[in-house]
């Protein structure tokens, strides 16, 4: 049976996605502002899936349509500020195109823009550029309307003479953005405490069934990727999440969890030291001994003698 290969349009450059597009080329090769105005065009050129060398970050207003990105489909009608780092798969169909005037915005930047600035490094600690599309930021009005004022300095910007402090303003603009948003996903994150605490319901649900079948023996320590995937949820987004509510990010939480579950096995059963090593997933009992000392202060064995 012949395998099917899945073509994504790619985009090199942002003069190229202006182009394929339909827009007039950008007054800066590594940045570019598209607005509602040129909305019905963008919609068109951007159904199928496509992979970018570059930053996206927009705001798709209620509308209906779906958007494609990696295995997921997100669904519009509520809105959403979404973010994609280079070389994410993305792209979608419209059911219904529809035009919403300037309640649109696409800001392609390319990285090459922030060369020797120190966006260039720190743009990579935002998590949301990993979050998959069904984990959108949702604004609430006032939130859009920071948003959106971010949006226009920034067109108002690229629009002038373009200076040598235009890049300057820009980067700054552009971080103070990224900074808005994580704010908001923090309030994201406490507003929908109940859909989250499901989320962290399930999670203890996984790791107590990892560590008390066989899925550790055999397929060794649980991984943040793997736990995930189980929630249909994005690494960076459970990371997030965990860190929002539990101060701890998804690494140290499956650590605690193993934790735990060793003190209990060390103080209710008889396995050797190595045996409840091998038991929850390490291929080595030193690797197991090191992480339980730096966790409790103690080794395996001192905690173990507690009980005799």
Do not use: W
Not at 78 to 92: E, H, N
């Amino acid at each position: 049976m012949k395998k099917e290969v899945s073509i994504h349009q790619q985009f090199a450059s942002i003069s190229e996605a202006h182009r394929l597009m339909g827009l007039p080329q950008p007054k800066h090769p590594l940045i570019s502002l598209i607005n509602g105005e040129h909305l019905p065009i963008c919609s068109q050129a951007l159904g199928s899936s496509h992979v970018l060398s570059f930053y996206k970050i927009s705001f798709k207003p209620p509308a209906s349509a779906k958007l494609r990105y990696g295995q997921d489909y997100y669904d519009f009608n509520g809105g959403g500020l979404m973010f994609a780092a280079p070389q994410q798969v993305i792209g979608g169909h419209a059911v219904k195109p529809e035009p919403v005037g300037n309640c649109y915005f696409t800001l392609l930047i390319h990285p090459d823009f922030f060369l020797g600035h120190a966006l260039a490094r720190t743009i990579k600690q935002y998590g949301f550029f990993s979050y998959t599309a069904n984990e959108a930021l949702h604004l609430s009005d006032e939130e859009q309307a920071t948003i959106f004022s971010l949006f226009a300095m920034m067109d108002k910007e690229l629009q002038s003479r373009i200076d040598d402090f235009s890049q300057e303003i820009v980067i700054a603009q552009v971080e103070l953005l990224l900074n808005f948003a994580n704010r908001f996903y923090k309030r994201q994150f406490i507003t929908r405490k109940i859909a989250n605490n499901s989320l962290l319901e399930k999670l203890e649900t996984l790791l107590e069934n990892y560590f008390t079948s066989e899925a550790a023996l055999n397929q060794g320590l649980p991984t943040v990727a793997h736990l995930a995937g189980q929630l249909n949820i994005s690494p960076s987004y459970l990371s997030d999440m965990l860190r929002a509510h539990t101060g701890q990010n998804a690494q140290q939480h499956i650590h605690a969890r193993l934790i735990e579950k060793a003190k209990e096995m060390l103080s209710t059963t008889n396995l050797s030291i190595s045996e409840v090593a091998y038991m929850l997933g390490f291929e080595y009992a030193q690797s197991f001994s090191k992480l339980f000392k730096t966790k409790t202060s103690l080794s395996p064995l001192e905690f173990r003698q507690q009980f005799n």
